[in-house]
């Protein structure tokens, strides 16, 4: 069946440092790909999303890009921030289903 | 801004007791989800709904049900808790009229069974 999987976290960084967190996914068909967002206390928040192979998404300085070749959708940024402190979820969307990876935390220390 | 609304924000009960966790949302969606988050942060689906009158299991067992009367309303009931419940419960809903549908998540109902 359809899965995601995502590094596991925690990802540690220093504030103004690069980030990359890995997804790659298994699927039949052409699934829409996204990335949510946890803040501590919260409920999930899209993130951003892809619909299609090459398609980039992008968001508060983050992004992705659907990468058919690959089955990846890996989530970058340049320079993360204390405030981007949360756990990261990759998830995609195939006939009828939303499925998540099992997420990965990041802390971003001063 | 999402327009879905969960009650408890925390709940503490004993074992044995019957609950609901409300589920709001005033956005007219006709998809519903409920997902249960355990402590490793993993997501399981465990309920979903289409609409008025529908409700489906999700892909993990649950001992909880829910109910789909009005649209914007779609509550869970555990009818006897145990501290196996434990955990965080997140409801979602979606437009299922957009396809590539975005969720808009709740901010969670945090339960304790004792």
């Known amino acids: 069946g359809d899965s995601v999987t995502q590094m596991e976290g925690p990802v540690t960084l220093s504030e103004e440092a690069f980030l990359t967190i890995n997804c790659t996914y298994t699927?039949?068909?052409?699934?829409?790909l996204f990335w949510y967002v946890q803040y501590p206390g919260e409920g999930l928040q899209l993130l951003l999303k892809?619909?299609?192979?090459?398609d980039k998404g992008s968001n508060k300085g983050f992004e992705a890009t659907y990468r058919k070749e690959t089955t990846s959708f890996h989530l970058e940024k340049g320079s993360v921030q204390v405030s981007d402190s949360a756990v990261y979820f990759c998830?995609?969307?195939?006939?009828?289903?939303?499925?998540f990876g099992t997420g990965t935390r990041l802390q971003v220390f001063p | 801004e999402a327009d879905i609304y969960q009650t408890p924000r925390y709940l503490v009960i004993g074992t044995g007791k019957k609950i609901t966790l409300e589920c709001s949302q005033t956005?007219?969606?006709?998809?519903m989800y409920w997902y249960q988050q355990d402590p490793g942060m993993e997501l399981h689906l465990i309920h979903y709904?289409?609409?008025?009158?529908?409700?489906e299991k999700g892909d993990l067992s649950s001992e909880s049900t829910v109910s789909r009367i009005r649209t914007e309303h779609f509550p869970l009931t555990l009818e006897s808790a145990r501290p196996s419940h434990t955990s965080q419960y997140l409801c979602?809903?979606?437009?299922?009229?957009?396809?590539?549908?975005?969720?808009?998540f709740g901010s969670g109902t945090q339960l304790s069974v004792l």
């Open positions: 979602a809903s979606s437009d299922r009229h957009i396809t590539n549908e975005k969720l808009f």
């Open positions: 699927a039949t068909g052409y699934p829409s």
């Open positions: 892809a619909t299609k192979a090459d």
């Open positions: 998830a995609l969307h195939n006939t009828d289903k939303l499925i």
């Open positions: 956005m007219g969606h006709d998809k």
């Open positions: 709904s289409y609409g008025v009158n529908s409700t």
